[in-house]
């Protein structure tokens, strides 16, 4: 029974995603909407930073810290999902659907600078995040802000190939704390990627794979090691109605994947350069 449930799970995903289902265009509403709960997600960040809280585990307590802490500390990965409200109504995202994650993950004996050194290599982006990232170029740096490029591939029933340009910032706290955020100003859609009849779409058209992606970085260098927190939130287009229930699933798993890969990543990478 799970076999065949899954089986039509994806001979639907498949049809969602194919050239039949036709293109789509974000719509004013639509970025409107996600920019603001982008505003209002940003708000929570700033008010816990002005009560100290910088990590998400900064504010929990008792038990529950401790557990979060021995599960982090045993080298696996945190990730929850979030979603943020204003006075208790949550936001409607009119043909989209929001994907908002947290992820946090300990490495042990891992240096903040050779933490930061790895997030702001972006020349060497799509050789450390191998087989999502295909291409990376760092184009332009002026002191703490960075003009970079992604080739993003995702491959899940079908190859989606991403074109993202992307505006980066990272700052220091103080000795112990960097954070940084990553926000994409161009996302297009790539047929036949590698190819001689390659072609990249035009941007917030196309299937509506991914129109928006925004990251917050958070590292904290603490006496053994560091900590590090990726926020991700990302826009796409919603799911055709009456099918929600077999494809908002799939969806919603390509983002966690995206983000436990990344962290994943890093512990691999920081573990080894310890190691020397």
Known sequence: MRQSIATCAALVLMAFCADS???VTLRLETLHSFEEYVRRAEARIEDESRHGRFLSIDALVGDQRARVVGTLRRGEVVVNRLDVSDRGSYLDIPSGMVHHWLGIVFIGGARLADVVALAEDYDRHAEVFQPAVARSKLRRREGDMFDV???FVQKRIITVVLDVDSDARFRTVDASRVEGRVYSKRIAEVEN???PDERVG???DGHGYLWRL???CRFQQVDD???VEFETISLTRDVPFGLG???RPFITSVPR???VFTLETYVNVLRRIGQR
Do not use: K, M, N
């Open 149 to 151: 490029y992604f080739r």
């Open 21 to 23: 289902v036709g293109a």
């Open 245 to 247: 229930w077999v494809i």
């Open 202 to 204: 035009t941007p917030d």
């Open 193 to 195: 990627a590698g190819e």
């Open 257 to 259: 994947e995206s983000l």
């Open 214 to 216: 925004y990251t917050y």
């Open 225 to 227: 090691g560091v900590y």
